[in-house]
C-alpha cells in the first residue's frame, strides 16, 4: 500500500533506502488528516548476551521520529518479573496484560529517554547538546519501578511510539493494534478500511450502547479490583519474605530475628536477651505469655546435621540462668534447629535428631526440640495454638487476640520433639 494511507509503522526505518522515505510519507499523510501517527519499535537484541547500545557502551537503544531523542537502556537480568504500572488503562493496559504472556525467560530493558551530545568535526570543537523531548508514558515497570514497556508521545502530540522488547511476538502486537489501539487512537483508520474489528458506537442501537456501557464498567471494576488484590499480595509477600528465608535458609541473628517474629505473632513476648543481657551469657530469646511458665529459647542454624552439642549449651544456659535473672525462674529450654539449611526443605530430614542413643538420653532432659522447617509450616499455615503447644508446653488451644488474621488451613501429623520424645 501507499505508506500515506497507513496509520501505523511497525520498527521504521531512518536512512536512506531503508524505510527513511516511507516514514516520512506516513507521517505527512496522518498530519494531513490530522490524525495520530501510531509506531510500534523494538528495543534490544535477544540473541545477544550483554546489552547493545549503538550511542554508547552498555545498552540498547532506538531512535524516536525525527528528533534528537532516543529510548532504550540497560538489559535487566535473567528472571525479571514486570509489573502493570500504576494508572495504566484502556488500550495501553491491554497491551500490557499481553505482554506478561511472554515466556518466563524472554529477556526485557529497562527504558529512559535520552538526547544527544554533538560535537562539530569542523575542528573547532564547538558542541551542541539536545536535550531528550516528548514524554515517557510507562506500561510495564520492574521492581525498581523503571518501565520496561511504554508508549513515548511527541511533543506536537501528533505521534505515539509504544517501545517493547525484542523476542516479542508481532501477532500479540497485531492483535492489540487491529482490536484495541486503533480503534482507540484512530478509529477513523478502520472506518476507512471498513474494518469488521471497528465498532461505530454513533450507528449502534440503544441495546447495544448498553450492554457495552455495562460491559466496560465491569471492566473498570475488575482492573480495580485486581489492583488492589495485587497491591495486597505485594504487602503480604514484603511481610513474608524475611521470615520465610530466616526460617528456612537463615542462621545466626537472621534466624534468630526470624524464630522472634513468628513467636510475638503467636501471642508470645520474646525478649531478645543478647540485647537485654549484653553479649551472649545466655539463651537468644527469653519466652513467656500469660499463664504459662518463661522459657528459654536458643536457635541454631547448621547446613549438615544438627550438632548434638547444642543441647549441652541449652543446659548450661538454663543452670546459669538464676545468676543473671533470679526474679525470673525459668526450668524448661526450647532448641530451635535450622538443620540442613543448604537443601531444599523437602530434601532435608523431618527430625532434627535420630540417632537412637541420643534421642534415648533426652528423655530426661527438660528440653523441647523443634525443627525450624516445622516452625515454618505452623507459621504459615496460622497455628498459633500449634506454636504456643510446642514452645510453652501450654494445652489451652485459644489463639490469642494478639495473632494477626491469617487463613488457616486443615493440618497434618505434627512431628515435634517435646521432652526429647517424639508426640
Same mark, same amino acid.
Given at each position: 500500500?501507499?505508506?500515506?494511507?497507513?496509520?501505523?509503522a511497525?520498527?521504521?526505518?531512518?536512512?536512506?533506502n531503508?524505510?527513511?522515505?516511507?516514514?516520512?510519507?506516513?507521517?505527512?499523510?496522518t498530519r494531513?488528516?490530522?490524525?495520530?501517527?501510531?509506531?510500534?519499535?523494538?528495543?534490544?537484541?535477544?540473541?545477544?548476551?550483554?546489552?547493545?547500545?549503538?550511542?554508547?557502551p552498555?545498552?540498547a537503544?532506538?531512535?524516536?521520529?525525527?528528533?534528537?531523542?532516543?529510548?532504550g537502556?540497560?538489559?535487566?537480568p535473567?528472571?525479571?518479573?514486570?509489573e502493570i504500572?500504576?494508572?495504566?488503562?484502556?488500550?495501553?493496559r491491554?497491551?500490557?496484560?499481553r505482554?506478561?504472556?511472554?515466556?518466563?525467560?524472554?529477556?526485557?530493558?529497562?527504558?529512559?529517554l535520552?538526547?544527544?551530545?554533538?560535537?562539530?568535526?569542523?575542528?573547532?570543537?564547538?558542541?551542541?547538546?539536545?536535550?531528550?523531548?516528548?514524554?515517557?508514558?510507562?506500561?510495564?515497570?520492574?521492581?525498581?519501578?523503571?518501565?520496561v514497556?511504554?508508549?513515548?508521545?511527541?511533543p506536537?502530540?501528533?505521534?505515539?511510539?509504544?517501545?517493547?522488547?525484542?523476542?516479542?511476538?508481532?501477532?500479540?502486537?497485531?492483535?492489540?493494534?487491529?482490536?484495541?489501539?486503533?480503534?482507540?487512537?484512530?478509529?477513523?483508520?478502520?472506518?476507512?478500511?471498513r474494518?469488521p474489528?471497528?465498532?461505530?458506537?454513533?450507528?449502534?442501537t440503544?441495546?447495544?450502547?448498553?450492554?457495552?456501557?455495562?460491559?466496560?464498567?465491569?471492566?473498570?471494576?475488575?482492573a480495580?479490583?485486581?489492583?488492589?488484590?495485587?497491591?495486597?499480595l505485594?504487602?503480604?509477600?514484603e511481610?513474608?519474605?524475611?521470615?520465610?528465608?530466616?526460617l528456612?535458609?537463615g !542462621?545466626?541473628?537472621? +534466624?534468630?530475628?526470624?524464630?522472634a517474629?513468628?513467636?510475638? /505473632? @503467636?501471642?508470645? #513476648? &520474646? %525478649?531478645d536477651?543478647?540485647?537485654?543481657?549484653?553479649g551472649?551469657?545466655?539463651?537468644?530469646?527469653?519466652?513467656?505469655?500469660?499463664?504459662?511458665?518463661?522459657?528459654?529459647?536458643?536457635?541454631?542454624?547448621?547446613?549438615g546435621?544438627?550438632?548434638?552439642?547444642?543441647?549441652?549449651?541449652?543446659?548450661r544456659?538454663?543452670e546459669?540462668?538464676?545468676?543473671?535473672?533470679p526474679?525470673?525462674?525459668?526450668?524448661?529450654g526450647?532448641?530451635?534447629?535450622?538443620?540442613?539449611?543448604?537443601?531444599?526443605?523437602?530434601?532435608?530430614?523431618?527430625?532434627?535428631y535420630m540417632?537412637p542413643?541420643h534421642l534415648?538420653?533426652?528423655a530426661?532432659?527438660p528440653?523441647?526440640?523443634? !525443627?525450624a522447617?516445622? +516452625?515454618?509450616n505452623?507459621?504459615?499455615?496460622?497455628?498459633w /495454638? @500449634?506454636?504456643? #503447644? &510446642? %514452645?510453652?508446653?501450654?494445652?489451652?488451644?485459644?489463639?490469642?487476640?494478639?495473632?494477626p488474621?491469617?487463613?488457616?488451613?486443615?493440618?497434618?501429623?505434627?512431628?515435634r520433639?517435646?521432652?526429647?520424645?517424639?508426640?
Open positions: 500500500m501507499e505508506s500515506s494511507d497507513c496509520s501505523v511497525l520498527s521504521p526505518g531512518h536512512f536512506h531503508q524505510g527513511d522515505e516511507e516514514w516520512k510519507r506516513l507521517l505527512a499523510g494531513q488528516r490530522g490524525e495520530l501517527a501510531l509506531v510500534v519499535t523494538v528495543v534490544g537484541r535477544a540473541e545477544e548476551d550483554r546489552p547493545r547500545n549503538v550511542f554508547g552498555g545498552g537503544s532506538v531512535h524516536l521520529g525525527d528528533l534528537f531523542t532516543s529510548v537502556g540497560r538489559r535487566l535473567a528472571g525479571t518479573r514486570p504500572a500504576p494508572g495504566v488503562s484502556g488500550a495501553d491491554d497491551l500490557a496484560i505482554m506478561l504472556t511472554r515466556p518466563a525467560d524472554a529477556p526485557w530493558w529497562s527504558l529512559q535520552s538526547g544527544v551530545h554533538l560535537v562539530r568535526g569542523d575542528g573547532s570543537g564547538t558542541e551542541e547538546h539536545h536535550p531528550p523531548e516528548g514524554e515517557l508514558h510507562p506500561i510495564l515497570v520492574d521492581a525498581l519501578g523503571d518501565p514497556v511504554a508508549a513515548w508521545s511527541s506536537a502530540g501528533d505521534q505515539r511510539w509504544y517501545v517493547v522488547p525484542d523476542d516479542t511476538g508481532w501477532d500479540t502486537v497485531l492483535g492489540w493494534l487491529v482490536h484495541r489501539a486503533l480503534p482507540e487512537y484512530v478509529p477513523g483508520a478502520l472506518r476507512r478500511a474494518s474489528f471497528f465498532v461505530d458506537r454513533d450507528l449502534q440503544a441495546d447495544e450502547q448498553s450492554a457495552r456501557q455495562a460491559l466496560d464498567e465491569l471492566e473498570a471494576q475488575y480495580e479490583e485486581k489492583q488492589r488484590l495485587a497491591q495486597m505485594r504487602e503480604a509477600e511481610k513474608a519474605k524475611p521470615v520465610r528465608y530466616g528456612l535458609y !542462621s545466626g541473628s537472621e +534466624l534468630a530475628d526470624a524464630v517474629q513468628v513467636l510475638t /505473632a @503467636a501471642g508470645m #513476648s &520474646a %525478649v536477651l543478647d540485647e537485654e543481657l549484653g551472649t551469657k545466655s539463651a537468644d530469646l527469653l519466652v513467656s505469655a500469660e499463664g504459662a511458665p518463661a522459657r528459654l529459647v536458643e536457635v541454631k542454624g547448621a547446613s546435621p544438627a550438632q548434638e552439642s547444642f543441647i549441652g549449651q541449652l543446659q544456659h538454663l546459669t540462668w538464676p545468676q543473671l535473672r526474679g525470673i525462674p525459668v526450668s524448661h526450647v532448641l530451635i534447629v535450622n538443620h540442613q539449611h543448604k537443601l531444599h526443605p523437602s530434601e532435608r530430614s523431618a527430625d532434627v540417632r542413643e534415648a538420653s533426652l530426661s532432659l528440653v523441647t526440640v523443634i !525443627s522447617v516445622q +516452625l515454618f505452623w507459621w504459615r499455615a496460622g497455628d /495454638a @500449634a506454636i504456643r #503447644s &510446642a %514452645v510453652l508446653g501450654s494445652t489451652d488451644a485459644s489463639v490469642p487476640t494478639s495473632a488474621a491469617e487463613p488457616t488451613q486443615p493440618q497434618t501429623d505434627r512431628p520433639w517435646r521432652w526429647g520424645r517424639r508426640q
